[in-house]
């Protein structure tokens, strides 16, 4: 049952000019953050990480039968390539392309169309140390703290010192970034971080991110199967990842790629709406790498962490999930209750400030719409107050979303409730990318480590560049110079044992592919 304070009662005691202050926030992740629910966790009871602790619904897609046998590759279509990409955002397009400018014949398959992606949906800002009082040693510090100290911090080294070289290979890719009048970057601090490190464009970076990196893809010798989805990896006769098996959308056939090396680049697992929130996430991400990966052999890792972004929109119903970049709260907009008190640093990590929005609307301060529909205010108005017309100058996208819900951030506080946005843990790497399958790359979200037990913003397209190119490099390096001499399903004979072994329901099916209100089968 949503409790809270009504809509109107909650519009009434929203004062502009009251000065805020905080209350404590002890146990709060505890409490209130979705990943301590304790009914959502299961213990794995197959595969590489048996024992080990897993969200439920993800559990049951690792833990589920191949939606192929042998029988239905008789007569696919087969291709050879030297390296795979499986994903067409930004890691897989960043590990594409140097890869191919490396001299490796290099196809790259993606579910949807090049650049549908969580990247396109980023909107802050990518993290680098180029300010003068800033540093890596800083930025390393703050990754680590924000993820409770549970990365693995020689990949998190290695992001760090790589940043700013990120950023001057995207401006030479044509990627645009705001600038002051004498054409520097400017900064702005993220939530989490003890300076100033967000580099940006508007409050759209991801989508300006994709636009060069697809315009790249499009004009190099890189080849693109749109509307593929991976249903299976390939396996040789000594274990290595050979390739994968694809389902054309358009031909309504199975087709194979045998290549050298495979790089995993399929995103996150928004789209399975964990605890039943809604997600920012683009409509592809249903966490079909981790399966994918994990019947293989791979090793995965904080498989019951996942980063609930604070400013989903909450209402109307038809934008629900669709994100409020943090950008908005670096420049000073407050959250506040529906009894119009602030309860919160806005600048706190991520996983303090979506634990706290929750315990305002558990405790029944949430502002109240309806039985669906409960959340907290995000005070855009005062922005406005402040600065006349800077809001839809540096936030032309959050006017955009406003608009398809009939709203007026510069009138009226926009209703916000903690959204599905990343996935933190992931598939196992070091810091080319390697899996501990010979041949298996993983770069982007699908990949854990990075981020720890929460993320901070700015570190994810960061990430998605420097171990996109580190991967494609060193896949290149490692290609081996003979093919392998066979390459099949082989290793879905020792799934199935296993499920049966286990008395797992062998008529649940995976990877997930798309979401279930698709109503998709094979």
């Known amino acids: 049952m949503i409790k809270g304070i009504p809509y109107t009662e909650a519009l009434k005691s929203y004062q502009h000019d009251k000065e805020h202050t905080l209350p404590e926030m002890n146990e709060l992740l505890r409490d209130y953050h979705p990943d301590y629910y304790p009914a959502s966790k299961v213990e794995l009871q197959v595969g590489p990480n048996k024992g ?7 559990a049951e897609m690792l833990q589920a039968d191949a939606h192929i046998d042998e029988a239905d590759l008789a007569g696919a279509s087969i291709t050879e390539t030297n390296i795979l990409v ?8 960043a590990a594409a392309l140097t890869a191919a400018r490396q001299g490796a014949r290099v196809i790259l398959a993606t579910k949807l169309r090049l650049g549908d992606s969580n990247t396109v949906m980023a909107e802050g800002g990518i993290q680098a140390s180029i300010e003068p009082n800033d540093t890596p040693q800083a930025h390393y510090d703050d990754t680590l703290r924000a993820g409770h100290h549970a990365a693995d911090k020689k990949l998190v080294a290695t992001m760090v010192k790589e940043a700013p070289d990120v950023i001057r290979w995207l401006i030479k890719e044509g990627m645009q970034f705001d600038v002051d009048e004498f054409g520097d970057l400017l900064t702005r601090r993220p939530g989490g971080a003890s300076a100033n490190r967000i580099v940006y464009y508007r409050d759209y970076t991801g989508l300006e991110m994709m636009r060069v990196l697809r315009e790249a893809v499009s004009n190099s010798n890189i080849k693109v199967w749109d509307h593929c989805p991976a249903v299976e990896l390939l396996s040789s006769e000594t274990g290595h990842c050979a390739g994968a098996v694809f389902y054309s959308l358009e031909e309504q056939a199975y087709k194979m790629i045998k290549a050298q090396a495979v790089i995993l680049a399929t995103g996150g697992i928004g789209r399975m709406h964990l605890n039943n929130f809604p997600t920012t996430n683009h409509f592809g991400a249903t966490g079909d790498g981790l399966v994918l990966a994990y019947r293989l052999g791979a090793q995965l890792r ?11 929109i909450a209402y109307p119903s038809h934008i629900a999930g ?6 908005v709260r670096s420049a000073g907009v407050q959250l506040l209750n529906g009894l119009g008190e602030r309860f919160v640093d806005e600048l706190k990590p991520r996983d303090y400030i979506s634990a706290a929005i929750l315990r305002e609307c558990a405790e029944g301060r949430g502002v109240f719409v309806d039985e669906k529909t409960v959340g907290v205010w995000l005070d855009t108005p005062s922005m406005e107050r402040r600065e006349p017309g800077m809001m839809k100058k540096r936030f032309p996208k959050l006017f955009q979303l406003a608009k398809r819900g009939n709203l007026e951030p510069t009138k009226i506080p926009m209703l916000v409730y903690p959204a599905l946005h990343y996935q933190n843990g992931g598939i196992v790497i070091n810091e080319y990318g390697q899996t501990c399958v010979r041949g298996l790359y993983s770069v982007g979200e699908v990949s854990g480590g990075i981020h720890g037990r929460n993320r901070i913003m700015g570190n994810a397209l960061l990430e998605i560049i420097c171990f996109g190119r580190r991967a494609g490099a060193k896949a290149v390096e490692s290609i081996i110079i003979r093919g392998h001499k066979k390459s099949g399903i082989e290793h879905l004979s020792r799934l199935r044992r296993e499920l049966s072994r286990t008395n797992l329901p062998m008529n649940v099916k995976s990877p997930m592919l798309f979401p279930t209100c698709a109503n998709f089968k094979l």
């Open 52 to 58: 080990d602790i897993c969200h439920q619904q993800l």
């Open 86 to 93: 499986i994903g067409g955002g930004g890691a897989g397009c």
């Open 302 to 312: 904080d498989l019951d962490s996942f980063q609930y972004h604070p400013t989903g």
């Open 322 to 327: 669709s994100l409020i970049t943090e950008s």
